[in-house]
């Protein structure tokens, strides 16, 4: 609420977070999701109305907190947004730490060593949990009061050793400069913005509804694939396309990847979850985000024992000596 400001035209202040500010200066910025907050309302009963008159009240501008930075953002080199969250602050790949006593109070320094960067690195990813905790945003009431998220496991571990997850056979080696770029890459050819336009005209017939269109030249379909991502490529990618016979596997696409499966013990009804990817190196002392891409909603087949799933490719983007963005998949996420 504005009170003081304007109580007649002024009730609701849009405030813009110092990363949406980030964003708008380089013209990047696409609100996608809008939440609603009364952290700054209080709530006073009245024994007549119910509750009291806020318009005669004295309002202060609104402004951007520290904990309205849930996500951390990374620039398209992958390098992370300078974050603050109270004596921490994480720039680029490196987490540094406010001196609070001493002759060098108020500097920071950066922090060295695996135990100390492990203990610290903790306390800063699960601060932005806390701080999307403390936005008191509202939402609808469910119909049922559990709706705490649970999960089967809290933690899980992918051994690697020189037969897992890739068998020495398998295991092959490629240069950057090899790799497709972002706009061939076969996991975006579900989007429109990396789809095959070859130039054309388009010249009308007289008398026809149709018109003529035809191609200026010869532009051959250089895509990783011509036709979208479906959800059975990616189960065969996954080495998950076998077929055995008496219990023995006789033909197999690719080698089966190491996979592990968590349960939603507990959720509300509509299972809307956030989740961050990162990279800790605790003998470095450096911390990454992973990019992700989503592949958007699947509808499966009829003969699999799931409906629908949404995958996201979760990896890292490095930069050709083109200057082009090339994608490298580490996990492939599937949520059903």
């Known amino acids: 609420m504005a009170g003081i400001l304007d109580n007649k035209s002024r009730v609701l202040d849009i405030i813009i977070t110092r990363e949406g500010k980030r964003q708008m200066a380089s013209g990047k910025l696409v609100p996608r999701f809008i939440s609603f907050s009364d952290s700054k309302s209080f709530y006073e009963f009245d024994p007549v109305s119910g509750s009291s008159d806020a318009s005669e009240r004295v309002y202060f501008e609104s402004f951007s907190q520290q904990k309205d930075s849930v996500i951390f953002e990374s620039d398209d080199s992958g390098q992370l947004i300078r974050y603050d969250g109270g004596p ?27 135990s100390e960067f492990s203990s610290i690195a903790n306390d800063l990813l699960s601060g932005s949990l806390e701080n999307f905790n403390k936005l008191d945003l509202i939402g609808d009431e469910q119909d049922f009061e559990d709706e705490e998220l649970r999960l089967d496991t809290e ?3 992918f051994m690697i050793t020189q037969t897992t997850p890739l068998k020495s056979s398998d295991k092959t080696s490629a240069y950057i400069d090899e790799i497709e770029p972002l706009f061939l890459d076969k996991r975006l050819s579900h989007a429109i913005n990396f789809a095959y336009l070859p130039p054309s005209t388009e010249r009308k017939i007289p008398g026809r509804e149709r018109s003529m269109r035809r191609r200026l030249g ?34 197999q696409r690719n080698p089966q990847k190491t996979k592990k499966t968590i349960q939603l013990v507990n959720t509300s009804r509509q299972s809307n979850m956030i989740f961050q990817i990162f990279e800790s190196n605790n003998e470095n002392g450096t911390i990454k985000k992973l990019d992700v891409i989503n592949a958007g909603p699947y509808r499966t087949p009829r003969n699999s024992n799931r409906d629908n ?17 090339t994608f490298v998949n580490i996990f492939t996420i599937i949520i059903d």
């Open 88 to 114: 921490l602050t994480i720039n680029r790949e490196a987490l540094f730490t406010k001196i609070l006593t001493g002759t060098n109070q108020g500097l920071v320094k950066q922090v060295s060593g695996s």
């Open 309 to 325: 799933a949404e995958v996201y490719f979760a990896g890292k983007i490095f930069l050709t000596k083109s200057g082009l963005p």
């Open 218 to 251: 010869e532009y051959p379909d250089i895509r990783q694939s011509r036709r979208p991502y479906s959800f059975m490529d990616i189960i065969n990618d996954l080495g998950g396309n076998t077929k055995r016979v008496n219990g023995k596997v006789v033909k």
């Open 155 to 157: 933690s899980i571990s």
